[in-house]
């Protein structure tokens, strides 16, 4: 499906009925990423899965994608969806965008699971990393940025050919101005930390205990800094916990939306 947002043409996943689920995915994936747990929580909530600018099936922009930006494409989506208040599951830079849109929009939030991310913006040596990469992409394609995260996203156990081509998938539709907008938004990104203490809605902070990209601690100091929050670390999974292990994942997610009661009554 498609809707044209914020000046964007967004392609999105839209399944199920029930308290609305919204899946934020990382850099530089797509919302295919989330099919196991679509699968598993169209039977209880409405699922709606959006590619980021840029991404997957959705239309690329020209220059830097501040973090806020795609956060006001994802409450325009909703808004154009009727779907009301809803949990925003974020990934990674999903969850850089789902700070935004708590922050930008939080009459719109009912809940916030945050798998692999951090709060903290880049260091200036990652951000001129960032911003050195994007040029690249842009003279000469999204390959190497692909090959370079491909390599990391899973654990190291979990590379097998089959899981391989899987996650190359998720990423190969990334087009060139989407991949460099993001990690010129991205360098570009505030400190979420501040605002940490001032989430009030219920809050899942979720983590893959083998994650080289974004290591496990960055997910203790954000659970730490929410009140109220809980946090589960999966074993024998890396950067992309809910696709290496999708049972053990969707488990903690729905006992804790059913802990949260945010299911059906
Ligand atoms: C992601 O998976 O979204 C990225 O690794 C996040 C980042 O580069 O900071």
Known sequence: MQRTVNGVTIAYTDEGEGPPLVFVHG??????CWRPQIDAFRLSHRCIAPDLRGFGESEATAGPVPMDTYADDLARLLEALGTGPAVLIGHSMGGYVTF?????????????VLVGTRAGRDTPEAAAGRKATAETVQAHGVADVIDSMAAKMLAPDNRDERMMQKVRGFMESASPAGVAGALLGMAERPDSTPYLDAVTVPTLVITGLDDVIIPPGESQDIAAAITGSELQAIQDAGHLVAFEQADDFNQVLREWLAGAQLVSP
């Open 27 to 32: 850099f530089p994936l797509s919302r295919d």
């Open 100 to 112: 935004a849109f708590a922050r930008r929009h939080p009459e719109m939030l009912d809940g916030l």
